[in-house]
């Protein structure tokens, strides 16, 4: 019989699978490791980039599959701690993106558009947004295409009926905002 952690990375290679596969039609099997409750949570690593809930989580995914890159979770090296029926995951992540320049102009579009749609933000603070926003577009744009991010993924998991699901999900970059990172060639 498996212990917890044996059954816990058997859910981060569920995971890693997802996204090596990237494919629309293994999401409903993909999804069976993921918490169907209203209150899972995802973390993503860019602005508005909190999604509630199992539907939300399966848009996430499929976002990640269609634009995001190649996302090399560090299973081996992952960091489990298991307390009754809650488990805390802590795993490395190498992501290899290749973003044009068409891109990038997409996204910091649909965040500058995001950003003017926001009612709660005032309008200086937009203006301040919506400078960041370009200004590390640019920057992006000079850096070249194919480049390397290292990410932190914080993995809280729930115990049911002796099954591990994903309950909360946190992602993030430990270098900056926007992709600013070195790329390969510059390390």
Not at 49 to 68: P, Q, S, V
Not at 158 to 184: A, Q, V, Y
């Amino acid at each position: 019989m498996k212990t917890n952690i044996e059954k816990i990375k058997d859910v981060l290679q569920i995971l890693q699978e997802g996204y090596d596969k990237r494919d629309p039609e293994y999401l409903d099997t993909f999804m069976q490791i993921y918490s169907s409750k209203d209150s899972s949570l995802i973390i993503g690593t860019g602005q508005g980039g909190d999604f509630r809930g199992f539907e939300k989580a399966k848009e996430l995914f499929l976002w990640d599959w269609k634009y995001w890159g190649d996302v090399m979770f560090d299973v081996n090296t992952s960091d489990i701690q298991v307390n009754g029926d809650m488990a805390w995951v802590f795993i490395s992540a190498d992501l290899k993106l290749d973003h044009n320049e068409k891109y990038l102009n997409k996204i910091a579009l649909e965040r500058i558009k995001t950003t003017l749609e926001d009612e709660k933000t005032s309008d200086n603070a937009k203006m301040g947004d919506i400078l960041k926003l370009s200004a590390l577009n640019f920057v992006e744009k000079v850096k070249g295409e194919k480049f390397n991010c290292p990410l932190r993924v914080t993995i809280v998991l729930t115990k049911e009926k002796d099954n591990w699901f994903i309950s909360h999900m946190h992602f993030s970059n430990p270098i900056g905002l926007f992709n600013s990172f070195p790329r390969k060639e510059e390390i």
